[in-house]
């Protein structure tokens, strides 16, 4: 590394800085580790899916009000420089990792071993380590940042080893549900400039690095969806005049926009503005982008540049079966007037498969309901309220005309139902169109759970609990009739899930409800000094599930191992640029 080193010995149960070492666990309890390792996310929780729509609403709405990188024009403008002793580096990739501990730990632990050995290679610990985006679930708070993120990679690497690796970090659209308020408190900081053994090396949301043989990494803060900030624009400005014809550069964005602009033309449009005019009149070349935020390992080959999506830091997988084959980037429809030329670029390597993606979507019926208990309890609650207007509409059948089936109440739940179920086929905070395809498979599943509602109102109605004394029949049926058929409408919102994906429409919802903590990625990148940068994508088929405390008291050892070693293996074949 390029960073000074202080000449004295420090000593054993020191950093290299001269920090005493964190003091090691004797036990998994919270109280020894300092933080509460979490369980994954229940995406589909109800209160978890109204607060996050209240956020992306606020976000979306006050977005520019929050927007902190303006402000940043009064940090520093650094720009910097890693290297290893050989004259070459390695650089590992990880994105969207602050979720259930299994997973993330998992991932964490693989990137703080000193050596890999994957498929025959030996790959030694990373010298500089990049933060994709979502470094936390489901909202940027101090406590879920200590909890979710940092506490595992402390947990991983307690204590910075002599080589001192430095992390750098780009926010995503989790980072930015503060406004950024505690990613740059974690990341960017002019003090204690630690993240578990990692040393953070950035002054901003964005960085410049360069690294060996004319390679550059740039981390572009694009993730509010507007134009990239003067600020940023200057700071890159300054970094461009170091480029050369002859330099190579690395840019990693918060999201795949090169695959969202395949529904959204415009999605891409930040990117490309930012390759054509910083980076083109430069003459460098940007070989490579990286990205997470889609859950997955996904990467599309151009003429000269390659296209990664590598979100699979421990987050719920997202699926790959759906990836279009094919993408034209910038796409044609723009309405960018100055876009770059379009080209083609083809999807050559996925982790999972498809084929195994695919059977990932059937573990929809048995994860759902056991997953997010809270939703199933909505849908509980919901059909126990169309049940008992629909039953009482059927007994005020011959009393009245103005109390047979269109009674308001009943009618009321009728288009709550149904309007919910259109809203959930395509949320208003979605990027990209709604289609034919959203109202029609929305219309559909909201007439399904009303259908059901009928059937369910049929069978209530031939027991015996209906003719109870009241309130008994309203007892019975919140404690009977809700869990039953809460769980029965789980398997039909399932069966909609599953059915749904198959035509792109809640593709997202089909895994976030399952929390699917399998098939992890991250990367790992050699950069020779001769220039070449090989680029190996790891993947861990099953993480680990049962830990237990490390017996290797030395500081940097990993607190915690997994009783059943995890098995990395490549993806696919490494990748080579030149």
Same mark, same amino acid.
């Given at each position: ?8 010995? %420090?000593?054993a ?11 090691r666990?004797r ?23 109204i ?14 009000y929050?927007d ?38 998992s ?8 050596? !890999? ?23 940027a ?14 947990? /991983? ?38 993240f ?47 480029l050369?014809?002859e ?5 990693a ?5 090169w695959?969202? %602009? ?19 009149p430069?003459?460098?070349?940007v ?7 889609l ?19 421990? /987050? ?6 759906? !990836?279009?084959?094919?993408?034209e ?25 498809? %084929? ?5 979507g ?11 208990p ?44 149904v309007?919910? /179920? ?9 990027s ?7 109202w ?7 007439v ?19 003719d ?41 919802? !089909? ?11 991250f990367?790992?990148l ?29 500081p ?13 293996? !490549? ?5 080579v640029?030149?």
């Amino acid at each position: 590394m390029t960073d000074e080193r202080d000449d004295h010995q %420090a000593p054993a149960d020191a950093q290299p800085d001269g920090e005493p070492a964190p003091r090691r666990p004797r036990s998994t309890d919270p109280l020894e580790l300092g933080f509460t390792p979490r369980k994954p996310v229940p995406w589909l929780a109800p209160f978890l899916l109204i607060s996050t729509g209240i956020r992306t609403l606020l976000a979306i709405l006050f977005g520019a009000y929050l927007d902190k990188r303006e402000l940043q024009n009064a940090f520093g403008d650094d720009i910097f420089r890693q290297a290893g002793p050989d004259g070459g580096l390695w650089l590992d990739y990880v994105a969207d990792l602050g979720d259930g501990f299994h997973a993330t730990y998992s991932v964490a632990y693989l990137l703080a071993q000193p050596e !890999l050995t994957v498929d025959g290679h030996r790959l030694p610990r990373a010298q500089t380590l990049v933060m994709g985006g979502d470094q936390v679930y489901p909202s940027a708070a101090y406590a879920e940042y200590e909890n979710r993120c940092k506490g595992p990679y402390q947990a /991983a690497l307690p204590a910075t080893p002599p080589d001192r690796p430095t992390l750098f970090a780009v926010p995503g659209n989790h980072d930015w549900y503060d406004g950024l308020t505690a990613f740059l408190r974690l990341f960017v900081r002019s003090r204690d400039r630690n993240f578990a053994g990692w040393r953070t090396g950035q002054s901003r949301s964005y960085f410049a690095v360069e690294l060996p043989a004319g390679w550059w990494l740039l981390g572009v803060d694009d993730q509010s969806g507007s134009y990239l900030d003067d600020p940023q624009l200057a700071y890159f400005d300054e970094v461009a005049r170091r480029l050369t014809p002859e330099s190579k550069v690395i840019i990693a964005t918060p999201s795949p926009t090169w695959v969202k %602009a395949a529904d959204d033309p415009t999605a891409y449009d930040s990117v490309d503005y930012f390759v054509r005019t910083i980076i083109d009149p430069t003459g460098a070349r940007v070989r490579l982008l990286l990205s997470g935020d889609l859950h997955h390992y996904a990467r599309y080959a151009g003429h000269d540049r390659q296209l990664i999506t590598c979100g699979g830091g421990g /987050a719920y997988l997202y699926p790959t079966h759906k !990836l279009p084959e094919r993408l034209e980037v910038p796409p044609r429809d723009t309405l960018a007037r100055r876009a770059s030329r379009t080209q083609p670029y083809d999807l050559v390597a996925r982790y999972p498969d498809a %084929a195994r993606s695919r059977r990932y979507g059937w573990g929809i019926f048995g994860r759902l309901p056991f997953r997010n208990p809270g939703f199933a309890t909505l849908l509980g609650t919901l059909h126990t309220l169309l049940m008992l207007a629909m039953a009482g509409a059927t007994a005020n059948w011959g009393d009245s005309s103005d109390q047979r089936l269109f009674s308001v109440p009943l009618v009321l739940m009728v288009l709550v139902t149904v309007i919910a /179920a259109i809203l959930f086929a395509k949320p208003p905070s979605a990027s990209g169109k709604r289609h034919a395809r959203h109202w029609l498979l929305g219309v559909g599943h909201g007439v399904a759970h009303v259908a059901l509602a009928a059937g369910g109102t049929w069978v209530w109605l031939a027991l015996p609990f209906y003719d109870w004394p009241w309130p008994l029949p309203a007892v019975a049926a919140v404690v009977v009739y809700g869990p039953v058929i809460g769980l029965v409408a789980s398997q039909l919102v399932a069966a909609y899930l599953l059915v749904a994906g198959a035509f792109g429409v809640n593709v997202n919802e !089909l895994f976030a409800g399952q929390g699917i903590e399998d098939s992890k990625s991250f990367l790992r990148l050699r950069i020779d000094p001769d220039g070449t940068l090989t680029v190996y994508a790891i993947g861990v088929d099953r993480v680990s599930r049962d830990w237990q405390v490390n017996p290797d008291q030395s500081p940097t050892a990993s607190w915690l191992l997994p009783k059943t070693p995890l098995t990395p293996h !490549l993806t696919e074949p490494p990748v080579v640029l030149t």
